[in-house]
């Protein structure tokens, strides 16, 4: 039997969190997480989020920029992920096909 693993999917945009559907296997289920930078949310909420649910990997959108505050940005996230959660996995991706 497939041991099934469950992954979170970090993006701003609701169309793009849509994503976690589309990445759905027999071993691999995605939760989609809409950090709120907007709200008051501060980011060790949003990496407290994750480490409650014991993510064993992080899909990251790399333009995650909701916010003029450069704390939300997905290389900032990654980041503090990384300091805050050494040993998981953290994929940085983007949807945004601009060259620009």
């Not at 793009?16 to 709200?39: H, K, N, Y």
């Not at 997905?74 to 983007?94: K, Y």
């Amino acid at each position: 039997m497939i041991e099934s693993v469950t992954a979170v999917l970090l993006d701003d945009e609701e169309q793009d969190r849509r994503l976690a559907d589309l990445l759905i296997t027999d071993g691999l289920q995605v939760a989609a997480l809409e950090p709120r930078a907007s709200s008051s949310e501060t980011l060790g909420e949003l990496l407290s989020q994750i480490a409650d649910r014991d993510f064993p990997i992080v899909l990251l959108d790399y333009r995650l920029d909701m916010s003029a505050d450069a704390k939300y940005r997905g290389g900032t996230v990654a980041a503090s992920l990384r300091d805050f959660h050494p040993d998981v996995p953290i994929v940085l991706f983007t949807t945004d096909c601009n060259s620009g």
